[in-house]
């Protein structure tokens, strides 16, 4: 689809108006300041942002739920030493046992955590 906008003075000063002077600033600088350049550097980089989504979408859900897992392992050994120190006997086969226990206990599902956005 073949975009009609018109890049005139008047359209530019109130795209500038409405995406904020700052937010345009970074484009401003890179374009030594022109404003139909910086707006269509603007452009290109919403485009870029947008095509980028689902692969960072996907990458931050697969390394949130690797680092959900670790925290997972490490709390479950913490848990498991802690039980040791207080019930030493705990080291043979019951212990053994005691750790399998731990370890087929299903954490809470990531919550807070999956919902920050980052």
Do not use: C, W
């Amino acid at each position: 689809m073949i975009s009609s906008f018109e890049y005139t003075p008047r359209n530019l000063a109130e795209l500038e108006i409405r995406l904020s002077f700052d937010r345009l600033q970074p484009s401003r600088t890179s374009v030594g300041g022109e404003r139909e350049r910086a707006i269509r550097l603007y452009e290109q980089n919403t485009l870029l942002a947008e095509s980028l989504y689902g692969v960072l979408q996907g990458l931050e859900i697969a390394l949130r739920n690797s680092i959900h897992a670790q925290l997972t392992a490490s709390l479950v050994l913490q848990l498991y030493l802690a039980q040791l120190k207080e019930n030493p006997q705990m080291s043979g086969p019951i212990g053994r046992v005691s750790l399998l226990s731990l370890r087929e206990l299903k954490p809470p599902a990531p919550s807070g955590i999956s919902e920050l956005q980052l």
